[in-house]
């Protein structure tokens, strides 16, 4: 098939039907396997020394000589073959998965969860991004059973910390030839050709100890669990509170529709909770973020500049609900294609002398990096000024944004896209999540996420439906066929 042909081939659609009428069920036994092993990063453990990344490469090494493909373990990378073509069609995904609060899960997240809500299988990873391999597993063994010749080897590549550490892969790179056609697998539908630049301003509000005797201020102000979710539990401490000051936040609550607040008063201490629900940090507007939501309902008042009231002024003032930055100064912008920055609060840590906030951004091309960096210290130098505040700017990382406008299979894909969900004229989209399509030649992403559909990964109810799982089953096998043959 032409990369510019219409119409999807008799053999990659009986193929597809094949694969979803054969495999169903061995598809979804596959990823209950890969789900139980917790391959998150750990501090200072390699992913090569990381017991459960080893056992979740023992597991994908099983199912692949069990279906008859070959299997070489390079350390970070695992490539899974079929085939012995010089030219070679690479499919990437990625092993590890994001960290989780196991509280906030009907049953463990490292089980398969198919019961607490029929038609989703419920587990960390199943959407980003072990459902995708077990696909892509089904997919090459259908070929394989059908011995389709295929002008292309076909590689799957499982890299085991995409979700932490890009250098390895970088490092993979530099010393081994990479396929000339590439998919990655972790993304959206139809055709992934742009992706937001990844970046965190991380600024220190430092404590003080100039607490007032008998005013209400914060002492305490926490939220977030890891910097690419978009958090959906804060909390604050208020002291020398009352009950005038309760009933004030209390009223104002109740015009929030999308986050719940509890309030605890005990011994003039006054503890606020909120809860909003977590996301991707890439969409933003998919999640309710509790940290700017809590500290737009403490905006009754201007605290105390301790530390933690420094925090939430800053907040307010500087974020607000809005997601693009519009308040920071003169950092928005936006891209017509790839759209605009977006800016959120996901994680304050805590540290003896100081909260650290960590505030994620998803930038598309418009703006070099140099100039964003100006306009971010810009904004905090004068709001400091401003406000006598004691904090610092810590060092902020800014990264690029990647756009691919010259993939010669993007058309085809296209076409697999269109001829299986009878969604028309599909166009490539841009997307604020990053992937290591930015790392293999001519990569662009297809999948596993449909356009219009809320994306769970990186949220504490990540799930894929069977219906989805079957889906993509259709397309990545026609779409292997038709690029490969």
Do not use: C
């Amino acid at each position: 098939m032409s990369a510019h042909a219409k119409s999807v081939s008799k053999l990659a659609e009986q193929t597809a039907q094949y694969a979803v009428n054969t495999y169903q069920q061995a598809m979804i036994d596959s990823l209950a396997q890969l789900v139980q092993h917790n391959t998150v990063a750990k501090e200072g453990v390699s992913a090569t020394d990381n017991p459960a990344h080893i056992a979740f490469k023992q597991t994908l090494e099983k199912q692949a000589t069990q279906l008859g493909l070959d299997y070489t373990d390079e350390g970070y990378v695992v490539i899974i073959g079929l085939g012995e073509n010089k030219e070679r069609l690479g499919i990437i995904t990625h092993g590890d998965i994001q960290p989780v609060n196991p509280e906030k899960w009907a049953k463990s997240p490292f089980e398969l969860d198919s019961t607490t809500e029929p038609g989703k299988l419920i587990g960390r990873g199943t959407e980003d991004d072990k459902g995708p391999i077990s696909t892509a597993l089904y997919a090459m063994k259908a070929i394989k059973d059908k011995q389709i010749p295929l002008n292309k080897r076909i590689e799957l590549y499982v890299y085991m910390a995409e979700e932490s550490d890009w250098e390895p892969l970088k490092e993979y790179i530099k010393h081994h030839d990479l396929p000339q056609t590439n998919i990655t697998i972790d993304a959206e539908y139809p055709v992934v050709t742009a992706e937001k630049g990844y970046g965190t301003i991380k600024i220190a509000f430092n404590k003080t100890d100039n607490a007032p005797l008998f005013d209400p201020y914060i002492s305490h102000f926490e939220g977030g669990y890891f910097g690419s979710q978009i958090p959906e539990d804060a909390k604050a401490v208020i002291n020398n509170a009352d009950a005038h000051l309760l009933e004030q936040l209390m009223n104002k609550a109740r015009n929030y529709s999308d986050a719940n607040f509890d309030f605890l008063l005990k011994d003039k201490k006054l503890t606020v909770s909120a809860l909003g629900q977590s996301a991707h940090s890439s969409k933003p507007q998919e999640g309710v973020n509790a940290i700017p939501y809590l500290a737009d309902l403490l905006s009754i008042k201007r605290w105390p500049n301790n530390g933690a009231g420094t925090l939430v002024n800053f907040i307010n003032d500087n974020i607000g609900l809005g997601l693009e930055g519009k308040q920071f100064g003169s950092i928005a912008y936006r891209d017509d294609f790839m759209g605009p920055m977006t800016v959120s609060p996901t994680v304050i840590k805590q540290h003896k002398n100081n909260l650290e906030l960590n505030i994620n951004i998803r930038r598309p091309k418009g703006k070099s990096a140099q100039q964003l960096r100006e306009e971010i210290n810009q904004a905090i130098a004068s709001w400091k000024l401003k406000n006598i505040a004691d904090i610092t700017e810590l060092t902020h990382y800014i990264g690029d944004p990647f756009v691919q406008d010259n993939a010669p299979q993007t058309d085809t894909l296209l076409t697999v896209f269109s001829h299986f969900t009878g969604i028309k004229n599909a166009k490539p989209i841009a997307i604020g999540g990053g992937t290591n399509s930015r790392l293999f030649p001519t990569a662009v992403s297809f999948g596993p996420s449909m356009p219009g559909a809320k994306y769970t990964g990186h949220s504490e109810h990540e799930f894929i439906t069977v219906k989805q799982l079957m889906l993509n089953l259709k397309m990545y096998t026609a779409a292997i066929i038709e690029l490969a043959k």
